[in-house]
């Protein structure tokens, strides 16, 4: 049986088992203690050096603990100093890096590291990295020479979200589809989040009931994932029912204390007009985005601009991060994310010409076409707007107010 096939079945009625998602951090955790700490200690060997950091790294993705994402780099350095071959281990650096929005650091190393680059996965990297720098076109080629090398899942997935958001879903679901068939049974969380990928495509374009089929098929495959129910929440509330949103956004936040969970959470009360509810998570949300920026981090810095633009409405503190962020990176998005500011601040002559230079990349995403016609209607073009409005409608005729920024 094929995977799709596997993962589209139905489950047998026998009692649940402990969840994939627990017993892939139980093992994680049991590799870490097998390995002990004495893996970064000469005399010591390149394999139980890379499992060693590489469990830390994979630990702290899966429970999206950003502070011990953050300690992992250390670990990667000691490891560098001791092993005779690091190349894996700068990648992991690398990846570690991009991870951290620190695109700049990432680059260095796979401009330095010859190992690190010429890999599929350092290339997919670069790839990545040209899409953080807005460079669309060069980084569908990167992708395209990949895949057509090696036809490494990410590969596939980083184009078919070019893709979709260059407006053509048809094919982007194609590449999701084959990114998902190269994937073997032992990849059960990659491919639940492929499917989680061609759900957001389909909730993008309001096709309510295919994205809850790609979200079923993602829990099937991987059981007990928050990202799932997170993704699951969105579209309740895509839906009209916030109080079912809400509720599972508790749950999924009670587990995973992240900071963009407390924020939508924040905004779905605000919708439900229960503005104490949404203070509260408001006020964790904040906390939760400084804390790393305290730290020297730059990993909050788009979400802060999104943070003060859409939750506690302020501006001038949305404006200060959103040029933070596009001083890391000018893409679409940041470009966008300082227009919306822009008219937060009450500047929309200056919003509306930094929406035009996110709209000439290409990209027709209903969200971004949505603050598009809000920014030229404030700006005087009754015209413009009404375009970006039509377009909106066109791209997902279902669109509401709840917006879940990643």
Known sequence: MSLAAAAGSAPAAVAAPESDFARELARIAGKIAALGEGALVRPTDTERVTAHVDAHYRRALLTSDLAALEEVEPRIDSGIAIVPHPGDLWLLKARLAFHLHRFADAARILATVAPARACAEGQTLLADLDVQHGRLSAAAERYAAVIAQARPWAALAGLAWLHLKLGDAAQADRLYAEAGDELTAKEMRAFAWVELQRGVLDLAHGRHAEAETHYARAARAYSGWWLVD?????????????????????????????????????????????????????????????????????????????????????????????????????????????????????????????????????????????????????????????????????????????????
Request: hydrophobic residues 50%; glycine residues 8%.
């Open 230 to 406: 997170e993704h699951r929440a969105e579209l309740l509330a895509a839906q009209g029912d916030l109080a079912g949103a809400a509720a599972l956004y508790e749950t999924v936040v009670a587990a995973v204390p992240r900071p963009e969970l407390h924020q939508a959470l924040g905004q779905l009360y605000a919708l439900m007009e229960r503005p104490g509810r949404a203070r509260s998570q408001f006020v964790q949300a904040r906390a939760g985005y400084l804390a790393p920026v305290r730290r020297g981090g730059v990993h909050s810095l788009h979400h802060l601009a999104d943070f003060y633009a859409e939750a506690m409405i302020d501006g001038a503190k949305a404006l200060e991060w959103a040029r933070r962020d596009l001083a890391l990176r000018e893409t679409f998005s940041t470009q966008a994310a300082l227009a919306w500011a822009l008219l937060r601040d009450g500047q929309a002559a200056e919003a509306a010409a930094w929406m035009d230079r996110a709209l000439a990349s290409g990209v027709k995403d209903a969200h971004l076409c949505a603050q598009a016609a809000a920014v030229f209607e404030a700006a005087g073009d009754g015209a413009k707007a009404a375009t970006m409005r039509d377009l909106a409608r066109s791209i997902n005729p279902r669109l509401g107010p709840f917006h879940v920024h990643r």
